[in-house]
């Protein structure tokens, strides 16, 4: 069975910066793409960032030039570094991976998701 487990949210200021990762386990024969969405309260959840194995990226427009996606594929591990919080930001981070299996192709999977929470 295929999971996903996500570390490293928390509370900080604004300004700050931190640092998620997600690593996923279980009989994977492919992950394709990785990413992170986000939903704060009220709203809907939004892509926040995706990686392909080939390390093509996608942000979305909120996040560019502050949060970085990064992954390392031997480890089946996605890494999300969030520079310059804003309150804005504030929201339960979810892992995301698309796995295959030699028994499932091209699964959506999810995290439990972590709290970031940032105070201004």
């Known amino acids: 069975q295929v999971q996903l487990v996500e570390t490293g949210g928390g509370l900080v200021q604004a300004g700050e910066y931190l640092r998620l990762s997600c690593a996923a386990s279980g009989s994977i024969f492919s992950i394709d793409p990785m990413g992170w969405y986000r939903q704060a309260p009220g709203k809907q959840r939004e892509l926040v960032a995706t990686i392909t194995s080939g390390g093509i990226t996608n942000y979305v427009d909120s996040v560019k030039g502050r949060f970085t996606i990064s992954r390392d594929n031997a480890k089946n591990t996605v890494y999300l570094q969030m520079n310059s919080l804003k309150p804005e930001d504030t929201a339960v981070y979810y892992c995301?991976?698309?796995?295959?299996?030699?028994?499932?192709?091209?699964?959506?999977?999810w995290g439990q998701g972590t709290q970031v929470t940032v105070s201004s």
């Open positions: 995301y991976a698309r796995t295959s299996t030699a028994y499932l192709s091209r699964v959506d999977r």
